[in-house]
């Protein structure tokens, strides 16, 4: 599974940015996708996951009611719209998928592919 990120950049505190990721995985609309960041000097952490049946998303807690995850089967590809934004929210954004049946987790390691990650800055 190749995973492509795009979509970020420079924004104010309290703008919006919406961060794309494209499969180029068959199996894309079975696969379990997930958002990561990583900010200088931090550990990566979790942001938000989407299950491949659709029912479950799951968000930390400090981007809940801000950004949203969303997917479009046909065009292999997950989006987070992130709106209200922080300056804390600043990170490389990386996306993440799971091909093998699983309970949808925030955890690192229940994800198998990656992408190349993507710059998110907030200036406030």
């Known amino acids: 599974v190749q995973l492509q990120a795009s979509g970020g950049g420079l924004v104010q505190a309290g703008g919006s940015l919406r961060l794309s990721c494209a499969a180029s995985?068959?199996?894309?609309?079975?696969?379990?996708m997930g958002w990561f960041r990583q900010a200088p000097g931090k550990e990566r952490e979790f942001v938000a996951a989407d299950s491949w049946g659709g029912g479950v998303t799951l968000y930390a807690d400090s981007v809940k009611g801000r950004f949203a995850i969303s997917r479009d089967n046909a065009k292999n590809t997950v989006y987070l719209q992130m709106n209200s934004l922080k300056a804390e929210d600043t990170a490389i954004y990386y996306c993440?998928?799971?091909?093998?049946?699983?309970?949808?987790?925030?955890?690192?390691?229940?994800?198998?592919?990656w992408g190349q990650g993507t710059q998110v800055t907030v200036s406030s």
């Open positions: 995985e068959l199996f894309f609309s079975r696969s379990d």
């Open positions: 993440a998928a799971r091909t093998k049946w699983g309970t949808l987790s925030g955890t690192i390691s229940y994800f198998q592919h």
